[in-house]
Each structure stands twice: as structure tokens, then as C-alpha cells.
T-cell receptor, first 113, second 110 residues
Framework: DGGITQSPKYLFRKEGQNVTLSCEQN?????MYWYRQDPGQGLRLIYY???????QKGDIAEGYSVSREKKESFPLTVTSAQKNPTAFYLC????????????FGPGTRLTVL | KQEVTQIPAALSVPEGENLVLNCSFT??????LQWFRQDPGKGLTSLLL?????REQTSGRLNASLDKSSGRSTLYIAASQPGDSATYLC?????????FGAGTTVTVRA
């Protein structure tokens, strides 16, 4: 089955630790995205990548980093510089950046202890 | 900066009633508008995508309209069922990025 997988489903982080969230897609999509969702708010864009080896900052990139070494994979690292990382993180992909339907993964819930 | 608003934030209706969900946006220079469904603790599922040149889009019991000039979209769900209970989000695309509303949480009472 084609789709987007995210792991882990739940993640706990201690203060000062970096953690990496995984996102993999087998839809052969060029573009991939990371969003953050907080209660009562819409999704906010962290980073996006239109093509392999290229990525752009979104609206709230501070404290996050990404890489896009393979078309299928777009991992997100939440660094210790992110002051309030507790949130629900969603990865998405689309065939072409900006004009097509975005398909979402099941999400990772990150909690800082 | 695009601002997307969805009112009301929550809605409760008896089974069988038609649902009307509203979305408004501030910048009418959009490429498209999408409606998504989100179940608790889950990712988003795309319901309908309306291109900027279209006025409406239909899929089964769902119908979405788009009025770019007034910055509004409406999602209609006919003959609601308990399985329609979820949060519905709209998102508009301009400058090659999606801007999301906070969503309307719908409860359909059996």
C-alpha cells in the first residue's frame, strides 16, 4: 500500500536532548513537509522540501533541522534550542510542490519531560 | 500574510441533519483550497480540493463551494452520521504554501 509512515507514534524527550522524528513515503512524491499542531490552533509549517537535497524554512523553523538525502525520507530533528517542543508533529507529501493535494502521515506526539 | 478562520470552533447536531462548515480567508490570491478531516490523535485525510478556477467540488455526501472574491468556502455534509464526528480543517494555498484554519470539531449525536 502506498502512503506515509511516521515513527515513533509517541516520543518523550528530556530537557536539553535532541530527538529525530522519522517520515517515509512510498508515493514517489517530490515534495515533503513538516507541520506542528498545537491544541486549538491550525497546523504551522516548520520546513518543506521540493526536491532531494533541497529544503526551505517554513514559518516556525527555529529550533528544528531537516535533511533530504533520499526522495522517500525527510527526517526532522527537534533540537535543544526549541523552547517549547511539546506538540503533535505531522509529515506530509505531495506530487508537486504547492498545487496538489497533500497527503499526511499519522503523526508523532512529542512530550518534553 | 494569509489568515484562515473557521467558525464555529465546535458544532453538535443530531444524526440526519445537514452540516454546514464555514471557512474564511484574507488573501484571495489563492491557487486552491482544501478541506481535510482529522480524527482524534490521527493525521489529516484529504476530503476535497477546489482549484481557484472552480466554484465547487462534490464527493458523495460532501459538497464544497468556493467564493474567492469574498474569501469564503463552505463545506456541506448531507444527512450527517455519527461516523462524521471529527475535526474538519480548511487550508488555502498561495505562494506555494498551505495556511490552515484551526478547525471545526463536529459531533453527530445518534
Amino acid at each position: 500500500d502506498g502512503g506515509i509512515t511516521q515513527s515513533p507514534k509517541y516520543l518523550f524527550r528530556k530537557e536539553g536532548q535532541n530527538v529525530t522524528l522519522s517520515c517515509e513515503q512510498n508515493l514517489n512524491h517530490d515534495a515533503m513537509y513538516w507541520y506542528r499542531q498545537d491544541p486549538g490552533q491550525g497546523l504551522r509549517l516548520i520546513y518543506y522540501s521540493q526536491i532531494v537535497n533541497d529544503f526551505q524554512k517554513g514559518d516556525i523553523a527555529e529550533g528544528y533541522s531537516v535533511s533530504r538525502e533520499k526522495k522517500e525520507s525527510f527526517p526532522l530533528t527537534v533540537t535543544s534550542a526549541q523552547k517549547n517542543p511539546t506538540a503533535f508533529y505531522l509529515c506530509a507529501s505531495t506530487r508537486r510542490h504547492g498545487t496538489d493535494t497533500q497527503y499526511f502521515g499519522p503523526g508523532t506526539r512529542l512530550t518534553v519531560l | 500574510k494569509q489568515e484562515v478562520t473557521q467558525i464555529p470552533a465546535a458544532l453538535s447536531v443530531p444524526e440526519g441533519e445537514n452540516l454546514v462548515l464555514n471557512c474564511s480567508f484574507t488573501d484571495s490570491a489563492i491557487y486552491n483550497l482544501q478541506w481535510f478531516r482529522q480524527d482524534p490523535g490521527k493525521g489529516l485525510t484529504s476530503l476535497l480540493l477546489i482549484q481557484s478556477s472552480q466554484r465547487e467540488q462534490t464527493s458523495g455526501r460532501l459538497n464544497a463551494s468556493l467564493d474567492k472574491s469574498s474569501g469564503r468556502s463552505t463545506l456541506y455534509i448531507a444527512a450527517s452520521q455519527p461516523g462524521d464526528s471529527a475535526t474538519y480543517l480548511c487550508a488555502v494555498s498561495n505562494d506555494y504554501k498551505l495556511s490552515f484554519g484551526a478547525g471545526t470539531t463536529v459531533t453527530v449525536r445518534a
